[in-house]
């Protein structure tokens, strides 16, 4: 059975299960009955060949294409495959009757390598060095040159994506199902400590009846896969000496006649596990150049892993590089807020003591400023921690950002700042969340107030409205001694502050954030007067994203 999932089309998001037997893609048809116009009644056919599925166009009037390739004679589908009739987009969901067991619930029995203790005897037919060069994809039959490149192609893909290694042997299961004849298949990866060879991946062409099955296999073939790191191909017989034993299985015709291929996943000469594949041998007799495929996968696979594991590595310890410097940066800051409320309370506990007003309201001054910034500091850490859709309401800008400016007008007074704004008028309705843009011009105006000197400083908040182009600016610019040229990239990093232990370096990092939730720009310019000015550029329509030419410099 195969599964057909629709992702554009008049049928949008419904999906379609097919039975063993061919079935026609077509307008109101009974098997798979699509509502689009624009395809025939009979427009294609999926039929089941040897465990796959094959699509034939059926000489339709707008044909059939395949991951964008018009059809013109039978396709072999492969998972994953993109069906395109008339206006309908199809994705082919891959045959179900291939079960696929893997991950860490797969039984330890479930791949048995010495029969119950009774030796399977098996002939081989050939072998072949996994480090060797002669693993290279040799020159045979023109189909068997494609196949075998087409799966060096796919598997360059896979070492080449960052995924886990878990993922990757799936990836790798996947390919060899879709381009290599096998009734069943099994991936066997060494877990330290011990080095016993677990089952990892395992996957039957056919649902077995009544659950999964237990694979049965000679543990001979896989010592000697393991030791030798040799490539095995071979069929079950009682005739190899190298397999020869004392105690010989009761029937070898019990467990039916089939060609085996094994092959180790190697990183130079380490180890990692090993690839088993079998299949009947009256639907197909493994020869050479499937033992070298088989045994290039099993390279290729060693090198993917080692990659996943190196990148899994450098993520995890740039991981902990990060959540260390984060530490360190928020300690700075929180120490230093914990020490202003231990001299704020410390003030107030004298003054009540000595029964002095003014002391108390001067050291409960101190605490108040403290207490603003444990708030700043959480909120600004929570905005920056997890991504989120900014909740946006049709409102109007200038109230939102007069709010924001009368928070910081107190840190203006405490260092006798003039905090301006000139905020244009009328300002029509505009989508935004406004629970960001408040903290947005917070940070702006807040940042600006701690960069001007004290009781010269001069910060001045706009806002501008530009219907032709639809676009808002919100800038705030003051008159502080500016950002070196070789900062001006990095102000908006986390953790980046100028301000010593004074500032958390999340400032303009949640500022930058907020309004690229908001699908905005956000630049810093350095006037040629000195100072430095903030203009943040957002979109008046909520379905618009700027572009990076509309949001350089001021508007027009």
Not at 396 to 404: S, T, W
């Amino acid at each position: 059975m195969a599964t057909l999932y629709v992702l554009q089309g008049p049928d949008k998001g419904r999906s379609f299960k097919t039975a063993n037997e061919p079935a026609i893609l077509g307008r109101e048809n009974d098997q798979i009955p699509l509502t689009d116009r624009t395809i025939s009644r009979h427009h294609a056919e999926l039929r089941p060949e040897d465990g796959t599925w094959i699509l034939r166009d059926l000489n339709s009037a707008n044909g059939t294409l395949v991951n964008g390739v018009r059809v013109d004679k039978p396709i072999r589908l492969k998972h994953g495959d993109q069906i395109k009739i008339g206006s309908t987009l199809i994705v082919y969901g891959g045959e179900e009757s291939v079960e696929k067991y893997s991950g860490a619930h797969i039984p330890r029995d479930l791949v048995d390598l010495d029969a119950s203790s009774k030796n399977l005897d098996s002939a081989i037919l050939s072998s072949i060095a996994a480090s060797d060069e002669s693993i290279i994809i040799a020159a045979p039959e023109m189909a068997q040159a494609a196949k075998a490149w087409n799966v060096m192609y796919e598997l360059s893909e896979v070492i080449g994506a960052i995924i886990s290694p878990e993922q990757l042997l799936e990836r790798v299961m996947d390919i060899i199902f879709e381009q290599v004849q096998v009734d069943r298949a099994f991936i066997l990866m060494r877990e330290p400590p011990s080095d016993d060879l677990i089952p990892t991946v395992v996957r039957y062409r056919h649902q077995p009846r009544g659950g999964a099955e237990r694979i049965t296999t000679s543990r001979r073939i896989i010592n000697m896969v393991v030791h030798r790191r040799e490539g095995v191909l071979c069929t079950n017989a009682m005739t190899d000496s190298r397999f020869a034993s004392e105690q010989k299985s009761d029937s070898i015709h019990d467990f039916g006649l089939v060609s085996v291929v094994c092959a180790p996943i190697l990183v130079r000469d380490d180890l990692l596990g090993v690839i088993h594949i079998d299949c009947s041998m009256s639907k197909h007799t493994y020869n050479q150049e499937q033992l070298r495929l088989i045994t290039a996968i099993g390279h290729m696979t060693g090198l993917a892993i080692q990659n996943a594991r190196l990148v899994q590595s450098r993520m995890q310890t740039a991981k902990l590089a990060a959540v260390g410097e984060t530490v360190a940066y928020l300690s700075h800051s929180i120490k230093n807020i914990l020490q202003g409320l231990r001299s704020g309370a410390d003030v107030v506990q004298m003054g009540i003591q000595r029964q002095q007003m003014p002391m108390i309201g001067q050291g409960w001054q101190i605490v108040e400023r403290n207490l603003d910034k444990v708030l700043h500091l959480a909120t600004n850490m929570l905005a920056f921690s997890k991504p989120r859709e900014p909740r946006l309401e049709r409102v109007q800008l200038n109230p939102i950002v007069m709010d924001a400016v009368a928070l910081a007008h107190r840190k203006a007074d405490e260092k006798s700042v003039i905090l301006l704004t000139d905020l244009e008028e009328p300002f029509p309705p505009m989508p935004i969340d406004v629970d960001g843009i408040h903290q947005l011009v917070l940070n702006l105006a807040i940042n600006a107030v701690d960069a001007v000197p004290e009781n010269d400083g001069i910060v001045n908040v706009e806002t501008r409205f530009d219907g032709e182009h639809g676009w808002a600016t919100i800038t705030v610019t003051d008159n502080g001694p500016g950002i070196p040229p070789e900062m001006v990239n990095k102000v908006f990093e986390p953790f980046h502050s100028s301000k010593g232990q004074g500032g958390t370096g999340l400032g303009l990092a949640v500022a930058h954030k907020i309004v690229e939730e908001h699908r905005g720009r956000l630049t810093v310019e350095r006037p040629p007067d000195g100072g430095t000015c903030f203009r943040v550029v957002l979109p008046v329509a909520a379905d618009r994203e700027l572009e990076s030419d509309q949001t350089f410099g001021p508007p027009k």
